[in-house]
């Protein structure tokens, strides 16, 4: 296999990293070469906060900050590359999750949603919020706190791109994994059980790890509609409504 990386020299190269960040992120897109650097520098860091123990020294360099910018950057190498190690810092602890959301990543994520063309950055922007759902129960609030951002992953979910849909359903997974009430119940005003048992016709096919997430995410939507009511679960009834129940016999 590949040699470890020599951490100590990756160190080393965070503040040379972390200098030229600080002068030319914030140059937009208005030069191929500042764009070419961007992406060079971003394409590094992104390697570099593969290895966990990196990820304080790029926070303690305020390189994090302008990584949340960069996912904005209209150079689609610049953005990917930037999402790529915001991902990695938010799949980390949760102290440094936090840090990444408090600076704006949900607002910053809601907007490439929004207006990006490209079909690979909408998918990294949806891993990344995937990896905030998966963490505390608060910086899974935020991403409902976030204007308008649960009803666009919504729509990701069921009708965009086969492997962008993939990574909206973690998403939801996530979510539904937390068991909260209020989200729970926010989910299912939309749709949810009626778009998940439609995602497990989508996904039989080709699909085992996201038809295990889908059936685990209905059981966690059943167990809260069970906790809610004693005497009668609406959820469960939904779901056979839905043709769930058949599907999973199928």
């Known amino acids: ?7 100590q020299k990756i160190k080393s190269c965070v503040p040379l990293l972390a200098k030229i960040l600080d002068e030319h992120a914030n140059d937009g897109g208005r030069s191929s070469d500042i764009s070419d650097l961007l992406a060079n520098v971003c394409g590094a860091v992104r390697c570099i906060s593969q290895i966990e123990e990196s990820l304080p020294l790029l926070v303690d360099a305020g390189i994090h900050i302008h990584l949340v910018h960069l996912c904005s950057h209209p150079e689609p190498s610049v953005a990917s590359s930037a999402l790529c190690a ?18 704006g990543i949900l607002d910053a994520l809601t907007s490439l ?10 998918k990294e922007a949806c891993w990344v919020i995937s990896n905030i759902a998966a963490g ?4 899974a609030e935020e991403i409902f706190n976030t204007t308008g951002l649960v009803e666009i992953l919504y729509k990701l ?18 979510i539904c994994h937390k068991r909260r009430i209020s989200h729970i119940k926010k989910l299912i005003s939309m749709g949810i059980i009626e778009t998940f048992c439609g995602l497990l016709k989508w996904f039989a096919e080709s699909h085992a790890q996201i038809l295990v997430g889908i059936l685990g995410a209905l059981d966690d939507i059943l167990v809260v509609g069970e906790e809610a ?13 839905a043709g769930g129940l058949d599907i999973i016999e199928e």
């Open 113 to 122: 949603l929004l207006d990006s063309k490209l079909q690979t950055n909408k």
């Open 157 to 174: 979910m069921q009708y965009d791109d086969h492997n962008i849909r993939k990574e909206a359903c973690y998403v939801f997974f996530n």
């Open 1 to 7: 296999g590949a040699p470890s990386p020599n951490f």
């Open 229 to 241: 009511s004693s005497l009668h679960n609406e959820y469960s009834e939904r779901v056979e409504q």
């Open 136 to 139: 505390t129960l608060p910086q």
């Open 86 to 103: 915001v991902g990695n810092h938010v799949a980390s602890d949760d102290q440094i999750t936090q840090t990444i959301v408090d600076i």
